[in-house]
């Protein structure tokens, strides 16, 4: 079955500070990969996404590329900011067919000061 | 920007009570979702709905569960008869089609079951 392995967290930086949130995937098809980013008391906003191989998805300074060879959608911004302290989740719809969007755990980003 | 929306934002229920959980997806959507997200593990897909109709369920998705239409612009969640595994963070999502098309959330319904 599909599934999403994400980065274990709270991760802690300073404002500043390059970003890596590591994301790696198992798909049965060729699917697509999203990030959604959850701000406190807010509902999932889609942040970026990627349809195919090699492709790069960006928004708001965050970039991902999708990387069929390493299975993975690897999240990073160069500069973050305090604005950025959020939970974010990498997730991905297997195009195989399947409606629902598989999810990881979810990564808390906390960024001081 | 159009939203998806829903409400409550909380709910408190006893166990064995029903409950609705309700939605207004994006207008020109055609694809209605329900996920949910026990406290401290992952988002997990319930059910997506399409022209009146369940299209896929999760195991999850069992008897005690409904969604409904009932009119042109809501979309319902049912929980028939509420256990306390059921307290989570349900969250509502709609897109324009299906195949790996952006899925737009609502800012979910808290629930819990007493």
């Known amino acids: 079955g599909n599934s999403v392995t994400q980065m274990e967290g709270p991760v802690t930086l300073s404002e500043e500070a390059f970003l890596t949130i590591n994301c790696t995937y198992t798909?049965?098809?060729?699917?697509?990969l999203f990030w959604y980013v959850q701000y406190p008391g807010e509902g999932l906003q889609l942040l970026l996404k990627?349809?195919?191989?090699?492709d790069k998805g960006s928004n708001k300074g965050f970039e991902a590329t999708y990387r069929k060879e390493t299975t993975s959608f690897h999240l990073e911004k160069g500069s973050v900011q305090v604005s950025d302290s959020a939970v974010y989740f990498c997730?991905?719809?297997?195009?195989?067919?399947?409606?629902?969007?598989?999810f990881g755990k979810g990564t808390h980003l906390i960024i001081q000061p | 920007e159009p939203e998806v929306t829903q409400t409550p934002s909380h709910q408190v229920t006893q166990m064995g009570q029903e409950v609705i959980l309700r939605c207004v997806p994006i207008?020109?959507?055609?694809?209605f979702y329900w996920y949910r997200q026990i406290l401290g593990q992952k988002v997990e897909f319930l059910v997506s709905?399409?022209?009146?109709?369940?299209?896929?369920k999760s195991e999850i998705f069992d008897d005690q569960f409904s969604v409904e239409r009932p009119d042109g612009s809501n979309f319902t969640l049912k929980i028939r008869s509420t256990k306390l595994e059921d307290s989570a963070m349900y969250f509502c999502?709609?897109?324009?089609?299906?195949?790996?098309?952006?899925?737009?959330f609502g800012p979910g319904t808290r629930l819990l079951v007493l």
């Open positions: 997730a991905l719809n297997d195009g195989g067919g399947a409606d629902g969007l598989t």
């Open positions: 999502a709609s897109s324009p089609r299906r195949v790996q098309e952006t899925q737009y």
């Open positions: 990627a349809t195919k191989a090699d």
């Open positions: 207008s020109n959507h055609l694809y």
């Open positions: 709905f399409y022209n009146n109709e369940i299209s896929e």
């Open positions: 798909a049965t098809g060729y699917p697509s």
